[in-house]
């Protein structure tokens, strides 16, 4: 393994293990693990933060995987159903690992990338969709998955607005089910 590899499974291991501190983590932490030099983390990533992001989306990449794999395991539920189950394993994801799924949210928005996280979610959504409104035309279906995606992404970072505006706490997995319920309702036109 060479040694920008060594970084980015050394601070994934520590990511992983600090979880909501994982702003904590220190490169000196990062280096020792890894067992390289300071310098090797600028030399490789300019940053700290740049090499979080590079972790977070090799994180984000490897759940979006674990997501297509158990969207086969739906099987017995109808097109409606397998939608709910998807979004509120993607939304419980997000504020399980909320530290983790923030970094790869901003990320995604601040540098959009053809093949980034929010794009992969995107693509393992359209099937779902399509398969709810197998009357929408390629266009309203790319639109309203995007839709979907946004909306979703933003429930999770505007999590405490909307419980201070709307009473509604994310946090709670019943809530959340509900809200994402309507949103869903809501984008389908149901």
């Known amino acids: 393994m060479d040694n920008r590899e060594a970084i980015i499974q050394a601070a994934i291991e520590l990511i ?3 979880g909501e501190t994982m702003n904590d983590i220190t490169v000196r932490e990062i280096c020792k693990r ?4 300071l310098g ?12 979080l992001e590079v972790c977070v989306e ?21 097109a409606r159903e397998r939608l709910a189950c998807h979004g509120n394993r993607t ?16 990320s995604d928005m601040r540098a959009p990338k ?6 992969r979610t995107w693509l393992a959504f359209l099937p779902l ?4 409104r197998p009357d929408w035309d390629k266009e309203t279906l790319e639109r309203k998955t995007m839709q979907l995606i946004a909306t979703m992404q933003q429930s999770f970072l505007r999590h405490t607005v909307i419980r201070q505006l709307y009473g509604i706490d994310l946090t709670n997995a019943d809530e959340r089910g509900k809200f994402h319920e309507r949103i869903i309702s809501d984008i389908l036109g149901e």
């Open 40 to 51: 090797l983390v600028n030399y490789h990533f300019e940053n700290k933060e740049k090499l």
């Open 58 to 78: 090799r994180m984000i990449n490897g759940i979006v995987e674990k997501f297509r794999a158990v969207q086969e395991k739906t099987g017995g539920m109808d």
């Open 16 to 18: 992983e293990e600090k």
């Open 114 to 119: 053809p093949d980034d996280n929010t794009h």
């Open 34 to 37: 890894a067992n390289v030099g």
């Open 91 to 106: 939304l419980s994801f997000l504020f399980e690992h909320s530290a983790v799924a923030k970094i790869s949210i901003l």
């Open 129 to 132: 969709l399509a398969a709810c």
